[in-house]
């Protein structure tokens, strides 16, 4: 095998490792920085909610005006005196009409963050659960990968392109005194000329070959 494809062959599997694990890194880093603005998100709101309850509110006015994402049980006494961070998976049932107007069912899963506390009101107890969904759009992962994935490769074409240009404008001097030492002969009484390059390594070897070739004569 040419040393040209053994260097691109070497450098491509170098590169393509390389760029999968920085695009990996990416995604979880971004994912990571998602999940983390939702938790202080969650602690911003029981803020928000514990300072409303102090000042009068009703907890059952949050409870309304929230929804699904927020959820209050009396309970007999309060435990959770610090909130709790849990992480919860939801499955949802989303209909999709198609062209011809058929529908059609999917499940859907999510990951979302809960913070879970207890509050007293009117010396009644209250476990206190608010939730929100972390990758509600998956477009946003699979917009990310998929120009990660498009940079990536090219990247690579470009990667090998400058391989392939730079091998032969580097290795020139290299196939010349190949060139001429397969072309040498006794009889036409001419050494091997060192073939005219800066690269310290090819300078070298083509005057050591001249010698020889000096010697032969």
Known sequence: MKLVYKNIIINTIASIVILFAGEYSLYFFLKNNIEKETIEHLHLERYFMMKDIKNGVDINYFKHNVGDALS????????????????????????????EHEGRMEE???????IVFDVEQNQKAYRVSITKTIDEDEGLYGSMSAIIFVSAFCMLIILVSMNVFVYYRLFSPLRLL?????????QKLQKISPPKTSTTEFVTLGKEISKMSEKMI
Do not use: A
């Not at 859907?108 to 809960?114: A, I, W």
């Not at 190949?178 to 006794?186: A, E, G, Q």
């Open 72 to 99: 209050i049980t009396p309970i007999k006494k309060v435990i959770y005196t610090d909130p709790v961070i849990e992480d919860e998976f939801v499955e949802e049932v989303e209909e999709e009409f198609e062209h």
């Open 108 to 114: 859907e899963k999510f990951t979302s963050k809960k």
């Open 178 to 186: 190949i060139k001429d030492v397969k072309s040498f002969s006794i």
